[in-house]
């Protein structure tokens, strides 16, 4: 059970940060480690207008077998009886024995046989949900090419793991979504608990918080931050400004970099800039008018305010900003 649980939690991780091609192949990677098999295709697809049947394949991945079997099954699939007994629906994984399955003289099951043979399919582990009420069908066969079919230990494990499979894909898809969306990929939010434990968090959170913390951890706020929250006031740093709200029982926490810039008045700001771009406070003062002190005051105060020390450092942080 425990194996079992720990599997899920990976599964589950892979549908989060897995790439659209990544995905399935480590997901039946993952199922090999319980459920002995050297093949297998996960596919998606519908039935037609008639009732349970023909099946439809929109998408599938193959595993350890070659491409073409898509094609070659969608040729024979009208009269496989596996694939009738697929779209009436199963209430438990069909472990078939092609061999015996598709024995016998009759032009159908004698394709079946040929098509089994070319693949090397000498046993299946069927089991997903069937198309229905317009929504596609969903479904993973497993294939041995050996003469040991599968066991109910196999049908089993396949049965438990269907749902969270099933559902995973759900989320690889909105996961992927969201990574093609340019305003969720900056949001840097987080949910925390009362005790400043971080729950979940968006990357941008935790590298906004890092700027200004660079040892910190990835699972609990920095106590200067958590102390902020605690109050019911806003953090902000030289780095980052965090702001929160109560959420029942959490923390719906928002992080932003510091905008240092805005602290400059706009006569510092414009000194600071022509500074870093190269000239003098003697140029400076010309081209805007003032006293070369009142540039160099403004130039020690601008250097204050940004915590730089220097021209090059003034220039990095005003290209920062």
């Given at each position: 059970m425990h194996a079992f649980s720990r599997a899920m939690?990976?599964?589950?991780?892979?549908?989060?940060?897995?790439?659209?091609?990544?995905?399935?192949?480590?997901?039946?990677?993952?199922l090999r480690r319980s459920v002995g098999f050297d093949g297998a295709v996960l596919g998606l697809g519908e039935s037609g207008p008639a009732p349970q049947g023909p099946l439809?394949?929109?998408?599938?991945?193959?595993?350890?077998?070659?491409?073409?079997?898509?094609?070659a099954y969608g040729a024979v699939a009208a009269e496989d009886p596996v694939t009738g007994q697929f779209l009436r629906g199963l209430s438990q994984p069909l472990a078939v024995d092609c061999q015996a399955q598709?024995?016998?003289?009759?032009?159908?099951?004698?394709?079946?046989?040929d098509f089994s043979k070319?693949?090397?399919?000498?046993?299946?582990l069927l089991f997903g949900d069937r198309p229905v009420a317009g929504l596609p069908g969903r479904w993973l066969v497993l294939y041995r090419s050996s003469d040991s079919g599968f066991?109910?230990?196999?049908?089993?494990?396949?049965?438990a793991t269907w749902a969270h499979l099933s559902r995973a894909i759900v989320i690889h898809r909105n996961a992927l979504l969201d990574?093609?969306?340019?305003?969720?990929?900056?949001?840097?939010?987080?949910?925390?608990n009362a005790q400043g434990g971080i729950e979940t968090a968006d990357p941008q959170f935790l590298t906004l918080l890092?700027?200004?913390?660079?040892?910190?951890?990835?699972?609990?706020?920095?106590?200067?931050?958590?102390?902020?929250?605690?109050?019911?006031?806003?953090?902000?740093?030289?780095q980052v400004e965090v702001s929160a709200r109560r959420q029942e029982h959490l923390w719906v926490c928002s992080a932003k970099p510091v905008d240092t810039l805005a602290a400059l008045t706009p006569g510092e700001s414009a000194v600071a800039r022509r500074y870093a771009a190269g000239l003098s406070s003697k140029e400076i003062a010309r081209e805007l008018g003032v006293a070369p002190n009142t540039v160099r005051t403004q130039i020690t105060r601008a250097y204050a305010k940004l915590q730089v020390h220097d021209k090059a450092a003034l220039a990095q942080r005003l290209m920062e900003q």
């Open positions: 939690v990976e599964l589950y991780s892979l549908a989060e940060q897995a790439s659209y091609q990544e995905f399935p192949e480590a997901a039946l990677r993952l439809q394949i929109t998408q599938a991945h193959v595993h350890q077998r070659d491409e073409k079997i898509l094609q598709y024995s016998g003289r009759q032009q159908v099951t004698g394709a079946m046989a070319a693949f090397h399919l000498r046993h299946l066991g109910a230990e196999d049908a089993d494990y396949l049965h990574r093609q969306d340019s305003a969720r990929a900056q949001r840097a939010s987080a949910l925390v890092r700027l200004q913390w660079a040892e910190m951890g990835s699972r609990q706020l920095p106590l200067p931050l958590l102390d902020a929250l605690k109050r019911g006031v806003s953090f902000r740093g030289q």
